[in-house]
Every structure is written in C-alpha cells, then in structure tokens.
C-alpha cells in the first residue's frame, strides 16, 4: 500500500482551520518562526528495519498482523511513515536481518518512496544458522582469534552491503561482556575489542564513520566490554577521526545524567548520533518520550547548543536514528508517535533564548535559568510540527490519517493476519 499526497491534503483540508488558529495563535507569541520552521522541516530521524514488526521480549511474542515479511515490505512501511510525517525519510538496516540480495532494485524501490538508506548495523550478538563458529562467549573479544576474525569479517561484509545502497556509516553493538566475575580480563577483552575494530577501520571507505555503541548490562549481566560512553570514547579516540560514540537512550543506568554525556561527547566532535526511545528501568525499547520527555528535552537542549557552538548543521550534523521494539503497539503507530516526541524536544529546544540563558549562567541567577528552560519546555510546539509537516506535503494529524485510511487493515488484506517479520 501507498499513501499519495493528494489523499493526505484531502484530510488535511478538513482539519485545516482548527490548526491555523492554534498556529496563528503561536506564531504570534514566538519571534524566529519561520527559521523553525524551516529547521523543523529538514529535520528527519531515521527508522530501524527492526521496528517494523512486533518485538518479543523473551517470554514471547504477540505478532500484530500484516507485518512486512521482506525487506521490500519494510521499505514500504516507512514509505507509509515518510508520507505521512514527512520527517523518516531514511531507513537503517540491521545485517543479517535484512539482506539486500538485490541491492539496485532496493535502492530504486527507496528512492522511488523518497528514502535513502542511513547507517548500517552489524549483529554479532546472534549465532546464525550454518555460523562456523559461535558467539555465545563474544564477538570481537572473543578469546579465540578464529571468532574474532569471523566477526571482523562479518562487519566488512556489512560495510559492502552499505555501500551498495549508498549508505556511510557502520554501527557496531556487542553484547560482548561477561556473566560471572572471574570470567573475563577486562583488559585482554578490552584490547582484543580494539584490535578487531582496527581491522573494521582499516576497511571503511573514505567518506565513511564507525559509530560505537555501549550498553551497561544485558545480555551479559556482570560486564559489557564497551559498557559506558567513557569506554566507548576510549575506543573511538584510539581508533581515529571516523570512530565516534553512539548514544542509545536505553543504555544508561537509571538517573545517568545523559544530556552531559551528550554535551561532552559533542564539544570533542565524538558524538556519533542517537538510537532515540525512552525506558523506565533498563534497556526497554519504549516509545520515545512516552516516560521521560523532560529528559528528551533537556538532551536536545543541549545538542541545539552544542551544534550551534560548533557550527554544525542540526540535520545532517550527527546520525538521528530511532531503536525501539513494540510489544503492544501498532509498530507504525509506534514510530509515528516516537518521531513526533523527538520533534517537538527539537522545536522546544529551538525556543529557549540561549543568550539570556547564558546571561542567567553567568550570574548564578538558578531560578533565572531554570523558568528560562522550563518557558520553553512548557510552551505547546505541536502546532509548529503539524505546519511543517503541512509545508512539507505530509499529514496534519499523521496517526488520525494512519487509522483513517485504515492502513493496518490494508496491510494486513495484502500480507496477512499471521506475518512475522526479522528482528529480536
Ligand atoms: C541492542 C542495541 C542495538 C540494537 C540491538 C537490536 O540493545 O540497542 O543498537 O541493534 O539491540
Ligand atoms: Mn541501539
Ligand atoms: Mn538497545
């Protein structure tokens, strides 16, 4: 199924004045419309192929319906999304969930819905059937050079299935770590990680990055070899100029301060991008700012600050991708939801006045600063989003049209009830 832009304006025409008097009604309280506006445009966050079906969690899986059942059909589901939102109009493969047997024809079916491919990700985390050899102790630490060597060579492969489809970065998880202590030598396993992925580096393209990721626990739960951001950037810097970190929300403990790692991260030109969604606990994969959209908010403030500081283009300055599961959710519903909560931390974040927040900083003035941030943080941006979306050809109420076209129950006529797609 397609969704064209004459159906979408159709809609939007009915729910057009109730959205320009909220708008007029904004516009009129903010000074820089216009250039948000437009920064709001450009702004797109990419889609993982994993999303697009039901996750699991490991008491089970409840398949949704008309799940893509190829990487053809994901491609088509974020067409969907990108039609509607105007705001996903990349997509980020998971190797070898998603193999592009036939790389020319996927790239033509993306571009023809306006899509192009972002980074790639390796999975060393699984065994795979007719795997020589196996993971369950590691990848790229493993303590036998044969593992290691196999999962160098898996993330070349992942390399050359990128750049087929134009994509320039190459995202490395590993599960790598240790259950028990006693098992491991934090630092053989930390120097065999980096070996491995010197041999990765040596074989990037020119125009091409590294983004690394780290993770505190699970599935290992004494040790994660890259398990904080410090031991991320030790790698990265080691590593040189294309090695950066990758900030996946859901990899902290609880309470970490993650919009100073972020500010860090970014002053020293390492930070990678984001795998945005939101979590209570741990690692859970949830909608993006269904639990914590203060945090979001106050991570984007410092990413708008932080770009500005270092002259960096907010759309295309770091990686902007989305890494969520959905075990309850419409998965497209899902990723329209976490899109529209990452848009609107950017657009709040766009309205705190920088330089008088300065001001307040540099008079200690606490309550200053704090009122200054929590104004913009406080202020209703969705009609900002929803013009646009609108300016940029997509939906006023994305999810209204999403359930008013009756697109799952489209999908499922074509696919089926009973679909399962690749992922966890
Ligand atoms: C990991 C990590 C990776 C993702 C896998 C599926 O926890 O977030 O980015 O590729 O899950
Ligand atoms: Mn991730
Ligand atoms: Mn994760």
Redesign the pocket.
């Known amino acids: 199924m397609q969704i064209n832009k004459e159906t979408v304006q159709n809609i939007n025409n009915d729910a057009f004045p109730s959205h320009q008097r909220r708008f007029n009604y904004l516009a009129d309280e903010i000074n820089n419309v216009e250039t948000i506006i437009q920064k709001l445009i450009a702004f797109n966050i990419a889609i ?1 192929s ?1 999303a697009l079906g039901t996750g699991g969690t490991r008491f089970g899986r409840f398949s949704g319906g008309g799940e893509p059942r190829s990487l053809e059909e994901k491609i088509e589901d974020v067409g969907l999304i990108h039609a509607l939102n105007r705001s996903s109009n990349s997509i980020s493969l ?1 190797i070898p969930w998603d193999i592009p047997d036939n790389a020319p024809s996927i790239k033509a079916l993306a571009s023809q819905l306006g899509l192009h491919f972002d980074a790639v ?1 390796s ?1 060393t ?1 699984q065994d795979q059937p007719n795997q020589a050899l196996s993971y369950k102790f590691g990848s790229l630490h493993h303590v036998d050079k044969a593992v290691r060597q196999q999962a160098v060579e898996h993330n070349i492969e992942v390399i050359k299935y990128g750049e087929e489809l134009g994509s320039t970065a190459l ?1 490395v ?1 590993l ?1 790598d770590g240790s259950n028990f202590p006693g098992q491991l030598n934090f630092r053989n396993a930390f120097q065999t990680t980096l070996e491995s992925l010197q041999q990765v580096y040596a074989a990037l393209p020119d125009d091409w990055k590294i983004w690394i ?1 780290y ?1 505190p626990y ?1 599935p290992n739960f004494y040790s994660t070899t890259i398990g904080d951001w410090g031991q991320s950037y030790l790698l990265a810097n080691k590593l040189g100029a294309k090695a950066s970190t ?1 900030v ?1 929300l ?2 902290h403990l609880p309470n970490t301060n993650i919009e100073q790692i972020v500010s860090l991260l970014l002053m020293e030109g390492k930070l990678a991008g984001f ?1 945005f ?1 939101d979590s209570k606990y741990g ?1 859970d ?1 949830l909608t993006v700012g269904c639990i914590n959209p203060y945090q979001l908010y106050l991570i984007f403030n410092e990413l708008v600050e932080g770009l500005d500081a270092r002259n960096l283009n907010h759309a295309t300055g770091i990686g902007w991708m989305i ?1 969520a ?1 959905h075990n309850v959710k419409d998965p497209v519903e899902d990723l329209l939801q976490s899109v529209e909560a990452i848009k609107i931390a950017y657009a709040q974040a766009l309205l705190v006045d920088q330089d008088k927040l300065k001001q307040a900083q540099l008079n200690n003035d606490v309550a200053r600063a704090q009122e200054i941030l929590q104004h913009a943080y406080r202020t209703d941006v969705r009609p900002l989003l929803a013009e646009a979306r609108l300016r940029a050809g997509g939906a006023l109420q994305p999810l209204e049209v999403f359930r008013s076209l009756k697109v799952r129950e489209n999908l499922i006529q074509e696919r089926g009830l009973k679909t399962v797609t690749t ?2």
């Open positions: 993982p994993w998971h990700n999975n985390f995202s998880w599960a990721e993770k699970e990758l996946d859901g990899h795998h969604n690692d994969d890494d599961s992922g966890l």
